[in-house]
Structures are given as structure tokens and as C-alpha cells.
């Protein structure tokens, strides 16, 4: 599998340095943080990106990540298309295949069928945008109670039926656990419609109470990472795993360790069934 490393685990430094990282860590691809790319691009061009990746051999995977995209109406969701349109053109300068897209809260009263039904519809009409530049969307379910799509199963089932070949799903490990998704949902999924797979691990607490600050590195926590991983391997995946965490003390890490123990916690996860 090939490793990439995920800006949001290293918040607090930049673009740059995250591509640094990442090439000294042993990286091969990078998910970039769009908050991280837009802060890039108001002092320096696309071009100047573009030999960034290119001197450190390091490949831009994703763009993390247009939220919440579904349920919104008139201006809001003008400007949810708009902001996909600006961010595949961008990806397809940097020859970046994937942009994540993140659905919403649940509206109040809405039914699974009424989830099922905007989220086809949603991205559907993204799918076109993101075509015209040749990208891919990866839409991300989040495991926690008050978000529309919070499990694997709900995830695939909207991505089957949205029926279009740009649109897969995020396999996050954290999400996952925190949404009480079941292994035997993994058998199920078509391994090519996985588009980014993110591994990290997660404190032992109720699964409600989890947040995103609870994640740790993976192998140091109670998410079942081997048993995930050995069902992957058993539907055939085996394109990329990329390290996203969001918790706020690796980000005062000194960039050249967190990259270091990143790379070796995955690593060490994956030894034994993928390498």
C-alpha cells in the first residue's frame, strides 16, 4: 500500500512544511488541507506548488475537503458548487486526483430515505463539476450522532446508487469505530470505489462521547486496526493509506517527529498484512 500523510494531523504548520515532512518521513503521497493550499496561494502560485511536490517526489492525493455539502439551498449551495469548481481546477493543475466532500448535520426530521435521496442528488451534480477537470470526489461519512451519513454501510449504499464513476467514498478508521459501523459492512463494498482510506486510532471511551481529539496514532488505541485491515485485504484493497489525526498536542510536535512517528505507527499497523 502506498502511505500518505494527512494535513490535518499537522495543523499547526504549513503546506511547505507538511510536504517536507512528508518526503523526510518516507511519504510517498499527501492529502493537502485546503485551509492550508488557500493560504499557500495568496503569496505564491500553483506553479511554485507544482515544483514544491516535484523536488520532494512527493504526490498531492486529495484536497481536504468541501463540508457539508448537502441540505443547503439557494446561496449557500451556489456556493458549495462553486467552491467544488475552484478546487478541481486547482486539483487538476497539481495532477491531484481526489477531492473529499463531507456530508452534513441531519436536518430535523429528516428520514434516512430523505438522506439517501439528497445525497444522491448532491452528488450527482458534483460528480459534473468535478468531471469537467477529470477529478474524483470521495465523499467522507463521519461516525458521529447528529451527522446525516455516520456509517460505512449508509456511505456505500449512497454511493452505489449515486452510479457515477468519479464519485467513491473515505474509509476513516476513527469514523468507523465512533459511528458503530460493523466489519461485515467492509465485505460488502467494492474495493475500487474505496478512494481514500484513513488510518488512526481512538481513546477508550464511549463511543458518543468520542471527538476528534481523541484519535491517536494507530496500534496506540482500541479501534480493531488488524481486523479492519485483514478485511480490506480480503475484498482486495490495496491502493493507499494516509495518517489523519486532529489531535491538538501532536500538533506542538516538532514537524520532524510527528512525521517520524506517523510514518512508523502505520507502518508497524500494516506489518504482517500489507507489508
Known sequence: ??????????????????????QKAG?????????????????????SLKQL????????????SIEFITFKEGEDY?????????????????????????????????????????????????????????????????????ISVSTLGLCWKIVRETDRPNI??????FHFHAGGSSLDEIDGVDKDKIFIFHINDAEARERSELEDAHRLFPGEGVIPLKDI????????????????????????LPADELG????ESVSRVLRGIYR
Open 1 to 22: 500500500m502506498r502511505l500518505g500523510f494527512n494535513g490535518a494531523t499537522s495543523m499547526n504548520y504549513d503546506l511547505e512544511t507538511d510536504i517536507r515532512l512528508a
Open 27 to 47: 511519504f510517498e503521497l499527501l492529502e493537502i488541507w485546503a485551509a492550508k493550499l488557500n493560504k499557500y496561494l495568496e503569496a505564491s502560485s500553483l506553479e
Open 53 to 64: 511536490f516535484e523536488e520532494a517526489n512527493i504526490k498531492p492525493y486529495s484536497i481536504n
Open 78 to 146: 451556489e456556493k458549495i458548487k462553486s467552491e467544488c469548481k475552484r478546487l478541481a481546477a486547482i486539483a487538476k493543475e497539481l495532477a491531484c486526483p481526489k477531492i473529499v466532500v463531507v456530508p452534513s448535520p441531519t436536518p430535523e426530521g429528516a428520514t434516512e430515505e430523505d438522506v439517501i435521496a439528497e445525497s444522491v442528488k448532491v452528488l450527482r451534480e458534483l460528480s459534473e463539476i468535478a468531471a469537467e477537470y477529470d477529478v474524483d470526489l470521495a465523499f467522507e461519512f463521519l461516525g458521529f450522532p447528529h
Open 168 to 173: 467513491g467514498l473515505v474509509l476513516d478508521t
Open 229 to 252: 485491515l485483514e478485511r480490506l485485504h480480503r475484498i482486495g484493497y490495496d491502493d493507499m493509506v494516509s495518517i489523519e489525526l486532529f489531535r491538538p498536542e501532536y500538533w506542538e
Open 260 to 263: 517520524a512517528r506517523s510514518f
